[in-house]
C-alpha cells in the first residue's frame, strides 16, 4: 500500500478523537519492525472506515468458524470488545488505555478500535461529518447508515476499503470506534473478517462518570 492513500495527519490537533500512536518509518505508516523506526501520534478516525453494514446482536462465538482462532480484546478503561482472527492479526506496540491497533500479518492490513470522551459534546451526526470530512475527503461512500446512537461509513478511498463504526454512549458523553483499512484487491479475504468482527464488537459503557 502507498502511503498516500492513507489520510494520516499526525499534526492534527485531534480534538474529539481517539488518539493511537501509529509507526512511522520513511513516511509509510504501513511498514514497521525497521530499525529507524519512529513513533507519531496519528488520530484514529483517519485510519478508520467500512465495507458493509451488518445487524448486532451476534455473538462473538457465532461470527468466526469454530476451527477459527480467535482473541477477544476487552478495553479496561471504557468497557469495548472485539474479536478477531489471531492467524491474521497481532496487536501493534505500543499499547494504549485509549485502544489498540492491529496489524495484519503481512503489513497490508489494519484492524483499529478506541474510545474517547466527548468533551465537546459533540452531536453524532456533527461528529460524523467531522469525520468524513477530516478522514475521507473524495472517498466513495456504499454504505452509510445512521442509527440512534450509531453510524457506519463504508466505502473505498484510493484503492483502499475501510470500515468505521462509531457508537455513542454514556447518554452521548463517550465515542467508540472501530475500523477496518485493507486494500481493495484484498476483499475476498478481509470483507469476511469486517463481517465477523462486526458482529462480535461491543461498545463500552464504563467509567461513564
Same mark, same amino acid.
Do not use: K
Given at each position: %500500500? *502507498?502511503?498516500? /492513500?492513507?489520510?494520516?495527519? #499526525?499534526?492534527?490537533?485531534?480534538?474529539?478523537? $481517539?488518539?493511537?500512536?501509529?509507526?512511522?518509518? +520513511?513516511?509509510? !505508516?504501513?511498514?514497521?519492525?525497521?530499525?529507524?523506526?519512529?513513533?507519531? $501520534?496519528?488520530?484514529? =478516525?483517519?485510519?478508520? +472506515?467500512?465495507?458493509?453494514?451488518?445487524? #448486532?446482536?451476534?455473538?462473538?462465538?457465532?461470527?468466526?468458524?469454530?476451527? =477459527?482462532?480467535?482473541?477477544?480484546?476487552?478495553? !479496561?478503561? &471504557?468497557?469495548?470488545?472485539?474479536? &478477531?482472527?489471531?492467524?491474521?492479526? @497481532?496487536?501493534?506496540?505500543?499499547?494504549?488505555?485509549?485502544?489498540?491497533?492491529?496489524?495484519?500479518?503481512? +503489513?497490508?492490513?489494519?484492524?483499529?478500535?478506541?474510545?474517547?470522551?466527548?468533551? *465537546? /459534546?459533540?452531536?453524532?451526526?456533527?461528529?460524523?461529518?467531522?469525520?468524513? /470530512?477530516?478522514?475521507? $475527503?473524495?472517498?466513495?461512500?456504499? &454504505?452509510?447508515?445512521?442509527?440512534?446512537?450509531?453510524?457506519?461509513?463504508?466505502?473505498?478511498?484510493?484503492?483502499? %476499503?475501510?470500515?468505521?463504526?462509531?457508537?455513542?454512549?454514556?447518554?452521548? /458523553?463517550?465515542?467508540?470506534?472501530? #475500523? %477496518?483499512?485493507?486494500?481493495? =484487491?484484498?476483499? #475476498?479475504? &478481509?470483507?469476511?473478517?469486517?463481517?465477523?468482527?462486526? @458482529?462480535?464488537?461491543?461498545?463500552? *459503557?464504563?467509567?461513564?462518570?
Amino acid at each position: %500500500m *502507498d502511503a498516500s /492513500r492513507l489520510p494520516l495527519d #499526525a499534526t492534527s490537533t485531534c480534538r474529539s478523537q $481517539p488518539l493511537i500512536f501509529l509507526p512511522v518509518t +520513511g513516511g509509510h !505508516p504501513e511498514r514497521s519492525g525497521d530499525a529507524n523506526e519512529v513513533l507519531s $501520534p496519528v488520530c484514529l =478516525e483517519n485510519l478508520l +472506515g467500512g465495507v458493509v453494514g451488518l445487524a #448486532a446482536g451476534v455473538s462473538a462465538a457465532q461470527s468466526f468458524r469454530p476451527d =477459527e482462532e480467535t482473541a477477544t480484546y476487552r478495553n !479496561p478503561r &471504557y468497557g469495548f470488545s472485539l474479536t &478477531y482472527p489471531t492467524a491474521r492479526f @497481532r496487536p501493534q506496540e505500543p499499547l494504549s488505555e485509549e485502544g489498540r491497533v492491529w496489524i495484519s500479518h503481512d +503489513g497490508n492490513a489494519r484492524l483499529l478500535a478506541g474510545a474517547l470522551d466527548n468533551a *465537546d /459534546r459533540m452531536s453524532l451526526r456533527e461528529y460524523r461529518e467531522l469525520v468524513l /470530512r477530516q478522514s475521507y $475527503p473524495g472517498a466513495e461512500l456504499d &454504505y452509510a447508515p445512521v442509527r440512534g446512537n450509531w453510524f457506519v461509513l463504508s466505502g473505498t478511498r484510493a484503492g483502499t %476499503m475501510f470500515y468505521e463504526r462509531v457508537t455513542f454512549s454514556c447518554d452521548g /458523553r463517550r465515542i467508540n470506534s472501530w #475500523a %477496518m483499512l485493507y486494500p481493495v =484487491e484484498e476483499r #475476498a479475504i &478481509y470483507d469476511r473478517i469486517v463481517e465477523r468482527v462486526a @458482529r462480535s464488537y461491543r461498545a463500552g *459503557d464504563r467509567n461513564c462518570g
